[in-house]
């Protein structure tokens, strides 16, 4: 079991288990299962995964919860199942640090493809070098830090990634679209609201950045661009 990809299965429905149990386990993954958030929490910090499998209403505490409680200290893969076909149920989730969602019903092979994919984007190739510098601020994405004014900012991988990609090409400007593919993957199945929104946490936690004479700046009707003076 050891030797094979260990995914979490967490959802109270004990025939969507079962089944996304026998799908994921027909591709040679092992897989375990849970139907109470504060249990999938125990044992995530107890055995660990390679990645998580995670539904939004749970007993216990709900899929917000389990991924918030899980962030604090681990960058493992999470995809939400989410029986709304909402917008701001799908951008909570990535801003809480989900890396996918998807909504149920589901096509347990759209399912299979979709972790297949987050488990590819989940092991990026990194530089040696991954710590950038500029006035008042360092990123790390070896460490998955930011450091602004002299204080570690508390920020959602994916969020810290955004910036990370944007401040190692400085001054370009880049779509939507472009970072949807290069920060989520090109098969990401989301919507480029998801940017927006991202972009939006970002300035609020990194106020005042101007004067420091850097900022992320909006190239109205193309993208953004991290523009450094």
């Known amino acids: 079991m050891k030797d094979k990809t260990l995914i979490m299965v967490v959802d109270d429905d004990p025939n969507i288990a079962q089944l996304v149990k026998l799908y994921l386990e027909k591709e040679g993954y092992a897989v375990k299962t849970c139907a109470r958030g504060d249990d999938a929490v125990n044992e995530f910090h107890k055995d660990g995964a390679d990645l998580i499998l995670l539904d939004v209403m749970l ?18 893969p999470i995809i939400m199942l989410t029986a709304k076909d909402d917008t701001f ?34 092991v ?62 090109f098969d990401f199945f989301g919507d480029s609201r998801t940017v927006d929104v991202h972009i939006k946490r970002l300035r609020e936690k990194l106020t005042d950045s101007e004067q420091y004479g850097w900022q992320i700046r909006t190239v109205w009707g193309v993208g953004y661009k991290f523009e450094v003076k």
Request: net charge negative.
């Open 124 to 185: 990026p190739d990194m530089p040696e070098d991954t710590t950038l510098r500029f006035p008042e601020l360092s990123i790390s994405i070896e460490q998955y830090e930011v450091i602004y004014r002299g204080s570690v900012i508390d920020m959602p991988p994916k969020e810290l990634e955004v910036l990370h990609f944007l401040a190692s090409h400085k001054n370009r400007v880049f779509t939507r679209e472009q970072l949807l593919e290069q920060v989520w993957g």
């Open 59 to 76: 007993p216990g505490i709900d899929g917000w919860e389990v991924c918030r409680q899980i962030r604090r200290t681990s960058k493992t």
């Open 89 to 122: 149920d799908k951008v909570l989730g990535l801003e809480l640090g989900a890396d996918d969602y998807v909504t149920k019903p589901f096509e347990n092979k759209e399912l299979v493809a979709r972790v297949k994919a987050v488990l590819r984007r989940s």
